[in-house]
């Protein structure tokens, strides 16, 4: 179960003495919507909703609500990532309740299977019980490890869909990730070149994710095959802050073009396949969320790559999991 704690931040909320506070949930959310207004408006502030998607901690809505004079944003369910707003602005995150220690425990033959050594990762919404799973593993006898928090991470042990620094660095066996949902566990297989269990709280399940890394493996090389053969090519630029990544769209550019492609450049809020569809280019290089091209491949009627996927195309070299380590 999710723990919105409002109480909580409604004493971080009083610091900034709004009379109106914008609120932006992800997905997942939306649904605590009503309770959230009703909170709010109860204590007489003024609350807008935003309406667009909200895909994490870098995809803000500061200058939406900053063009309505909104006075606070509230950005629920993500960790703190970018330094600044153009409205003043509370990262809230959400946490689940659900307990992980049985997961680890009913699971623990196949874990120890696995070595002496092992990384512990999960996202922003089982944190705080990481400090739990390592120390039952370390009663084992075992070695668990978290990663530090870096720049666009903001806890130990958490990895987001485009950053799994926090984990790569880290000498293990294998790792243990901590959630639903295969993309994460099978970035950092893809980052790190470790085995990884994939733990879901949920079901109480623990599984490899070695068949599906090597699906989506698969997959990926498909595509870069596939655009080898091409020639026209457009790079799509986000222009969300937290996913503008304008300077690599140069160097692609610049990349492409010594090796007798053409490029264009695309300049774009929303990605989805109505760019693909409209513009007439063989084939899209996406320099924002590294999780779009992957995600959503087979919604693309084109072949989309990710950044790191346009050198392989030339360098012939091992598959590299593309990641944003800047703000």
């Not at 500061?62 to 600044?84: C, I, N």
């Not at 978290?146 to 984990?167: A, D, H, Y």
Request: proline share 4%; aromatic share 8%.
């Amino acid at each position: 179960m999710l723990v919105l704690d409002l109480d909580g931040l409604l004493e971080q909320v009083k610091a900034f003495s709004p009379r109106t506070i914008g609120i932006q949930l992800p997905a997942g959310l939306r649904q605590h919507a009503r309770e959230i207004s009703g909170f709010f408006d109860s204590r007489g502030y003024e609350v807008v909703f935003s309406g667009d998607p909200s895909y994490g901690a870098c995809d803000v809505a500061d200058e939406l609500m900053g063009s309505l004079g909104v006075d606070l944003l509230v950005h629920f369910g993500h960790s703190r990532m970018l330094p600044s707003s153009r409205v003043p602005m509370i990262y809230w995150d959400v946490r689940d309740d659900v307990p992980i220690l049985p997961t680890i425990s009913g699971n623990i033959d196949l874990i120890e299977s696995m070595g002496k050594k092992v990384g512990i990762a999960t996202t922003i919404q089982h944190v705080h019980k990481l400090g739990e799973v390592v120390e039952f593993l370390k009663g084992r006898g075992m070695t668990a490890l978290l990663g530090n928090k870096v720049s666009r991470v903001s806890n130990p042990g958490q990895v987001l869909g485009c950053s799994f620094e926090t984990i790569k660095g880290l000498d293990v066996d294998f790792f243990v990730y901590i959630g639903t949902g295969y993309f994460h566990p099978i970035g950092i297989a893809l980052c790190t070149d470790r085995p990884v269990l994939y733990c879901d709280p949920y079901t109480g399940a623990c599984e490899n994710v070695e068949k599906e890394k090597n699906l989506i493996l698969r997959k990926r090389y498909a595509a870069i095959e596939k655009a080898r053969s091409c020639t026209d090519f457009a790079v799509i630029v986000s222009s969300k802050r937290g996913q503008n990544r304008f300077s690599e769209a140069l160097g692609i550019k610049k990349l492409l073009k010594n090796n007798g492609k053409n490029c264009q450049l695309i300049f774009a809020e929303e990605i989805n396949n109505s760019i693909i569809q409209d513009f007439d280019f063989e084939v899209f290089v996406i320099a924002a969320c590294p999780r779009i091209a992957i995600d959503d491949a087979s919604n693309f009627d084109k072949p989309v790559l990710t950044v790191t996927e346009v050198g392989m195309m030339f360098s012939g070299e091992e598959y590299s999991f593309d990641e944003i380590h800047k703000i």
